[in-house]
C-alpha cells in the first residue's frame, strides 16, 4: 500500500440510526463475500465530500445479532476488501467514572480484552503472524476526532481505557468495582477483537465511545429508567451523525501512510516460512494481508 496512490477511504462502523447520513452522495447497500462467512449486514457506500466513505451496521440493520455472535473477521475483512483505509468505530458503553456522564463521548486510547468466546486473529495454523497492539489506536484519527468534537460542542473526554466485557449480560456489582480499581474508563461489548482485526488488517482504527448510562457501580444506577437510556442512545446517534459529516472531511487530506505504523502493521509480523504456510489460509487473507503475501 502507498499513502500517495491510494487515498483515505473512511469506514464507519456504528449502530442504527448512524447512517442516515446527512450529505452522502451516490449512497448504495451492496452485499460483501469474504472467506469468513457474512459480515454483519450490507455495506452502505457513497461519498461525502468528495471522501469515499462506507458504513456498516455492527449488529445489523434492525440491532439482530448479540456482541458474542459478531461476525468480527467478516465484518474488518469486508471494510477492507471495498477499500477502506480507516476505520471509525461509533459505539455505546457504559461509564465506570463519575466525570464521564452519559451523553459525555469518550475518545479511547487503549483497550483491556475481557471477552473470552471470540475469534481474534485472521491469522491461525498455517500462516502465523504476531502484530503490535501496545498502541492500539491511531492517534490522528484521534486528533480529526477531537476536532470535530470540539467544533460541535459535543461533550467530551480525550484517552480513556475500554474494557471490553463479554456479555450479553452487565457486569455484577463486584466486577464493576474491580473494572474501576485498575483505572478502566468505560466498558462496553463489541469493541474486542474489533479493533485487534483491524490493526491486522493494516487500517488506521478509533473509537468513540458513546457513554449512555453509568455502570452499576454508581448508587443512582438501579433508578435509571429504560426510556431515560433510550433517549440518551437517541440523543447519541444525532450527534454520531454530525460528527461523523464533520470528521470525515477533516481526514482527507493525507498524503503518505499513517506515521504511527497502522497502514504497514504486518511488515515484519508474518514468521510462518513461505515454503510452508498453508495455500488455503494464505488465500482467505487475500484482501487483509495481500500486500505482504
Not at 465484518?75 to 483505509?85: L, S
Not at 465506570?96 to 487503549?110: C, I, N, R, S, T
Not at 454530525?242 to 515484519?268: E, M
Not at 509480523?269 to 487475500?286: G, K
Request: with cysteine; glycine share 10%; net charge negative.
Amino acid at each position: 500500500m502507498s499513502g500517495h496512490t491510494v487515498p483515505p477511504f473512511i469506514g464507519v462502523i456504528g449502530g442504527s440510526g448512524v447512517y442516515e447520513i446527512e450529505g452522502l452522495d451516490n449512497p448504495r447497500w451492496e452485499k460483501v463475500e469474504t472467506p469468513f462467512g457474512d459480515p454483519s449486514d450490507e455495506i452502505l457506500r457513497g461519498s461525502l465530500a468528495g471522501v469515499e466513505m462506507a458504513f456498516l451496521p455492527r449488529h445489523g440493520r434492525g440491532h439482530r445479532i448479540p456482541p458474542s455472535e459478531l461476525n468480527y473477521r467478516a465484518n474488518i475483512d469486508a471494510m477492507k476488501r471495498v477499500g477502506c483505509t480507516e476505520i471509525l468505530s461509533l459505539s455505546a458503553c457504559g461509564s465506570l467514572k463519575a466525570e464521564y456522564p452519559p451523553g459525555m463521548f469518550v475518545l479511547v486510547d487503549q483497550f483491556v480484552d475481557r471477552t473470552f468466546a471470540r475469534t481474534k486473529s485472521f491469522f491461525t495454523t498455517g500462516c502465523v503472524a504476531h502484530v503490535g497492539f501496545g498502541h492500539p489506536v491511531c492517534g490522528r484519527l484521534g486528533d480529526a476526532l477531537k476536532e470535530s468534537l470540539d467544533a460541535l460542542d459535543i461533550p467530551n473526554a480525550r484517552g480513556g481505557t475500554y474494557l471490553a466485557m463479554e456479555g450479553p449480560q452487565f457486569s455484577t456489582l463486584a466486577e464493576s468495582e474491580l473494572y474501576r480499581s485498575w483505572g478502566c474508563d468505560i466498558i462496553g461489548m463489541t469493541n474486542m477483537p474489533e479493533a485487534k482485526l483491524a490493526r491486522e488488517a493494516e487500517m488506521c482504527y478509533a473509537t468513540v465511545a458513546m457513554v449512555t448510562d453509568f455502570d452499576c457501580w454508581h448508587p443512582d444506577h438501579d433508578h435509571v429508567t429504560v426510556d431515560a437510556i433510550i433517549a440518551v442512545l437517541m440523543g447519541n446517534a444525532e450527534k454520531a451523525r454530525s460528527l461523523v459529516v464533520d470528521a470525515i472531511p477533516r481526514l482527507a487530506g493525507r498524503d503518505s501512510l499513517c506515521r504511527q505504523g497502522c497502514h504497514t502493521a504486518l511488515d515484519n509480523a508474518i514468521i510462518t516460512h513461505p515454503d510452508v504456510r498453508d495455500p488455503a489460509v494464505v488465500a482467505s487473507l487475500d484482501a487483509v494481508a495481500g500486500r505482504v503475501l
